[in-house]
């Protein structure tokens, strides 16, 4: 578990079939403690949200992030919210779900994005410091300092999914903290605009 921002920790379990880290995040926002997408935690990793308990709330950025929730769920007595349009494809009991444009607790923007590998898929955007974005599988953070998408098998239509992407260069963000791959802290929203090709 490492403090990556003020008030944010990424903790990582490395996938081998994937040959990427799997992240997960801890945010403490205001008065609320938050986990995001959370992977498997090492015992350093619990022990640092232990210590932080009572956690109030577990948000899940889309279907196949839903990885530990259910357990932390359990094990954390907390909430668990998940994105309308993915509920019902996954094997969960959410306290809630959200949709687009719905202020998260934390101050927490979601964005939903459209064409994606699953039909809920969403970011999370806090205007914190000099903005900050996260990502479930909308991007994935490799090779180490920029962002690339998913391959091209898991979209419908990959032009239509790019399309999806380019809203979230209608936010500020410096820091793009991604649930696979590698986060970038500084610079993050040119590196989107880089792999979309936009000018800005």
């Known amino acids: 578990m490492k403090q990556i921002l003020p008030d944010i920790w ?4 490395f996938s081998e079939e994937k040959q990427l880290d799997f992240n997960g995040l801890f945010l403490m926002v205001g008065e609320h403690k938050i986990l995001i997408d959370p992977p498997p935690m090492t015992a350093e990793a619990r022990a640092v949200v232990r210590r932080h308990e009572p956690i109030d709330y577990i948000i899940v950025t889309n279907r196949d992030h839903i990885r530990e929730a259910a357990v932390y ?16 494809q996954m094997e969960v009991n959410p306290t809630k779900t959200y949709k687009d444009g719905e202020l998260l607790p934390g101050g927490i923007w979601a964005i939903h994005l459209k ?76 590196q989107v605009e880089q792999l979309l090709r936009v000018t800005p």
Request: with cysteine; hydrophobic share 40%.
């Open 73 to 88: 769920q359990a094990e954390l007595r907390c909430q668990l919210w998940v994105p309308e349009a993915d509920a019902s």
């Open 115 to 190: 064409d994606q590998k699953s039909p809920g898929e969403s970011s999370l955007f806090l205007e914190r410091g000099r903005g900050l974005l996260i990502v479930g599988d909308a991007l994935i953070g490799k090779p180490s300092g920029s962002v690339r998408m998913l391959p091209v098998d898991k979209y419908a239509d990959v032009e239509r999914a790019k399309e999806g992407l380019s809203r979230l260069l209608k936010y500020n963000f410096e820091s793009l903290l991604v649930g696979d791959g590698a986060s970038i802290l500084v610079g993050g929203k040119q």
């Open 10 to 13: 990424q903790w990582s379990w």
